[in-house]
């Protein structure tokens, strides 16, 4: 049978990464896109084609780019002939005083977070909806929804953005593709943990102290809610932003 194809966007390091491998064990064919990390993503391609039985490809193009994704898309397309799955992961965040802020912060932030989910998702439901299937999951945030601050309210916007974008492809693209989002609360990423080196171990356990289950998610919890979003077992889930924050201390 001819494998399930998954394009991640933003997948050379972090969430996105763990999302490929997941993928990758449970026999899906995977597109590793990246915009600055080229060693990162070429040694995944290497690590995936070496632990499991799949192909993996990598394409570098910036999601806020339109030629840059319709051309990655055509690329896959000739490539694989299919993509059964899409991940819209790719996100960039600033962290500023909020006077500090500008026209450009607010750009380049929804251009890449946002407008980059929406121009991905408009050229790949478009060899979807021809093959009347496919699912896509979007990552949004709980900053979308009550951890929201003004230090990052580009991202908190564009997470917000997200949301609504699930739901409108949900209805768009109804009742060929299924469209969900997840969005997480804090992720024991790379960038998360220098962060925590920097501040001496700080940022961490005081982060953990706010959520009920006292700990950030693993990278490989949320890849695999991203996996059973995308897998059958999730086939009457549309529309859905399924919120993965370990609980939060307002309940
Ligand atoms: N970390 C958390 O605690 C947390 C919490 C809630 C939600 N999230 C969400 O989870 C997702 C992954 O977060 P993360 O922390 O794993 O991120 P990360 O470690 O910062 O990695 C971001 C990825 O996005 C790629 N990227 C950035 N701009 C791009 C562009 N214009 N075009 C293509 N790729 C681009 C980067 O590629 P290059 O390195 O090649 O540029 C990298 O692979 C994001 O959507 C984020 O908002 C994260």
């Known amino acids: 049978m001819e494998r399930k ?127 009347q299937s496919g699912r896509i999951v979007n990552i949004s945030s709980n900053n979308s929804i009550d951890k929201y601050d003004s230090s990052t309210v580009e991202y908190d916007v564009s997470k917000a953005g997200i949301n609504i974008l699930t739901k409108v492809m949900a209805k768009e693209f109804a009742p060929f593709i299924n469209v969900n989002a997840v969005a997480p609360g804090w992720i024991l990423t790379e960038t998360n943990q220098s962060i925590d080196r920097e501040l001496d171990g700080t940022f961490i356990k005081s982060e953990s102290e706010k959520i009920l289950l006292k700990r950030f998610a693993t990278m490989e919890e949320i890849a695999k809610i991203v996996f059973f979003l995308a897998s059958e077992e999730a086939s009457y889930l549309n529309g859905e932003i399924i919120v993965a924050d370990g609980g939060s201390q307002n309940v």
């Open 5 to 131: 194809v998954v394009l991640v966007t933003g997948s050379s390091r972090g969430l996105g990464r763990s999302c490929i491998i997941e993928f990758a064990k449970r026999g899906y064919d995977v597109v590793i896109n990246y915009l600055h990390s080229e060693k990162m993503a070429e040694s995944l391609k290497e690590e995936v084609e070496k632990n499991f039985d799949v192909k993996a490809m990598v394409v570098k193009a910036d999601v806020s780019n339109e030629q840059q994704v319709q051309d990655m898309v055509e690329k896959i397309i000739k490539i694989f002939g299919h993509i059964d799955v899409l991940v819209n992961n790719a996100a960039i965040e600033n962290n500023s005083e909020f006077a500090e802020k500008n026209k450009e912060s607010f750009e380049k932030v929804l251009g890449t977070n946002l407008i980059g989910s929406f121009l991905v998702s408009k050229y790949v439901s478009k060899f979807m909806l021809k093959c």
